[in-house]
DNA sequence: GTTAGCAATCAAGTTGGAAGAGTGCTAAAA
DNA sequence: TTTTAGCACTCTTCCAACTTGATTGCTAAC
């Protein structure tokens, strides 16, 4: 489709226009991209390169800037998936070897990493866990009219809520609970909490209604909702020139403020690959100057978390896909 | 100190300011604030507002804005401690009958309300657990190498954490750390926990260093560390006239990032009080060019967490202020 | 003590070049 | 046929001069 010199001076220009967010002009290639060839050559291809959308101008007498079908053609075709330092590879190594409690504190350090060796901005929101078996579930008295329920995943997820009562419980009556409902669930998909209430009170009539619904209506609410989001690296993007735009800041601002719209933007992605939304690819209109990168990692097969990178269209993609792939890789192996 | 016409000016620059954030003209306060007298007058009256220090000016030919001191004179002397609407008491009181299970959401819902009825950015924090006691402590086990730690304090605060072994634990050995623990740390205060390893281990040797060490070392750990801190709001500030200044905008943003920086704001004010820091009155220089307003609500004589609001220093202090008093009254009332 | 009137001050917006970066086109060279 | 040099043209950016309008401080009268 594109011959060999088109490709190398889009590539050339998109990377020259990551590094310095300004419009790329015909001159600035012939110094550092060895293009054997003079500006003005440079400028006939840069103008057949804009005929056939992959650049944009932003007046008549401006350098160029690549077009969203420019940055899906160099994510797709032209990048460098191994993009990546030693010193790089070094401080990701050492950082997941963080010893964690909770499998979601991987995530959030997964995050963290990421958003340190790219400078970026980046969300990342824990599994569903209506995707996942119960392995166990523990109940446990604290005072006379409080319980703590704890459910432990397949996949080491743990879910733990508190239920409040409005009639004393004994620990006797505790221990028949913990046995039932290990009884009814264990090693169940979630789902199978939502059996109909009877199906409980059947076989273990000693426990009122008062007691099991309560169980069961947390238990349910605590499995279903939503994850936490958490940000790292807010102030990071600020420092983009991008940024000197107080209305992109503003918008910017208010996408991560919106939990439900972070929420959306991480859960869309497909499981097994690198999702890349350049701009307007983004479902959702309030993205459509930023690109989104996402990847959900898994654990035994299992969702664990997902992350994403929210910044510039202008995004060192190479970068950002080399470190995530890189990462992505990292927390597989390490089980 | 100041006389009465004085007060009214000063009172009505700063209200004026608050709501238009331009420099206030003495022709402004003649049209709306009741004085009466002409703008001459008033301006003379500025003129020595000004040399007392209450006032500032931004040039020679501008109007009036309010100084640190003007503003911290307002906030002692002459500000409506019950500027809140009927509207705004009943949405206050339907939000925080909102049923709770854990004592934190309360913080939450609390800090959403006052983001809600202020416009401002809040931010929020738990209560510290090294003040309260220890009301009861539980151990279950998940899987064979794996226990949760569950700990009830005296103020209904819960806090849990997963501890990891290298070795197998079984139920017996988990029933005898639950006797054990409670035994040495139930209603005592938190720091009991850093008794010398070998207290544990004296009546107690049927357990090893290897089992009993992590324990330890992972409830300290949970109970030390600092509480998560919840934003709410941030992007209202946005909306603020000072945020068109990309430098206040970006601060502001490094300072909700600076998660330290938070929790120091957060934990620096007195108990008692709802604590107002106006502009450089603040601990932190990052803080100078915003107010802070805090207070930390208490149940049954414990503090459960507190909450600040950051904004301008031309912030609505009637509002701010009146709202957390009714809040602090209705959480305390509520129980 | 208060006020009207007016000169002085200063920010902010407007205008008009000048400078500079970059393109597009043409015609010559390879 | 492809590449290149040269140059006119376009458009942004910067800056200085000027205009406008808001507001004060002062003075003199009320």
Redesign the interface.
């Known amino acids: 489709m594109l011959d060999e010199r088109k490709k190398k001076v889009l590539q050339a220009i998109i990377e020259e226009y990551i590094n310095t967010a300004e419009p790329v002009s015909s001159n600035a290639l012939t110094q550092n991209y060895g293009l054997e060839c003079s500006s003005a050559t440079i400028r006939n291809e840069m103008s057949e390169l804009e005929k056939s959308g992959f650049l944009d101008k932003t007046h008549t007498s401006s350098g160029r800037i690549p077009s969203a079908k420019g940055y899906r053609y160099y994510v797709d075709e032209l990048l460098n998936d191994n993009d990546i330092s030693l010193e790089e590879v070094k401080y990701i190594s050492s950082k997941l070897e963080t010893k964690v ?2 499998i979601e504190d991987l995530t959030k350090i997964a995050a963290n990493t990421i958003s340190e060796v790219t400078h970026y901005t980046t969300v990342s929101i824990g599994p569903k866990a209506t995707t996942q078996l119960i ?2 579930i ?1 109940f ?4 006379t009219r409080m319980m ?1 329920a ?1 459910i ?1 995943t397949d996949s080491g997820l ?1 879910k ?5 009562f409005d009639e004393d419980i004994n620990e006797k009556q505790v221990e028949t609970i913990n046995y039932m409902f290990n009884n009814k669930l264990k090693n169940q998909p979630i789902e199978t909490i939502n059996r109909p209430l009877e199906e409980y009170l059947y076989d273990e009539m000693t426990y009122s209604v008062n007691v099991i619904k309560p169980i069961i209506e ?1 238990i349910k609410k605590v499995l279903e909702e939503d994850n936490k989001i958490y940000l790292e ?3 990071k993007s ?1 420092d983009l020139p991008e ?2 735009s ?1 209305e992109v ?2 918008n910017f ?2 996408i ?2 919106t939990k439900e719209l972070v929420a959306d933007m991480l859960n869309s992605g497909f499981a097994e690959d690198i999702n890349v939304y350049i701009g307007e690819e983004n479902e959702k209109q309030e993205l459509k100057d930023f690109s989104v990168v996402t990847f959900k990692h898994k654990v035994n097969g299992k969702d664990i978390g997902t992350i994403g990178i929210i910044g510039p269209k202008r995004m060192d993609y190479s970068k950002v896909i080399s470190v995530m792939k890189y990462i992505n890789k990292k927390l597989n192996g390490n089980n």
Chains 1, 2 share one sequence.
Do not use: H, W
């Open positions: 409690n909770e392995e166990e523990k446990v008295l604290l005072g703590m704890v432990l743990v733990e809520t508190i239920i409040k947390q690296g807010t102030n600020f940024f000197n107080l800041a503003k601002v208010n991560l403020d």
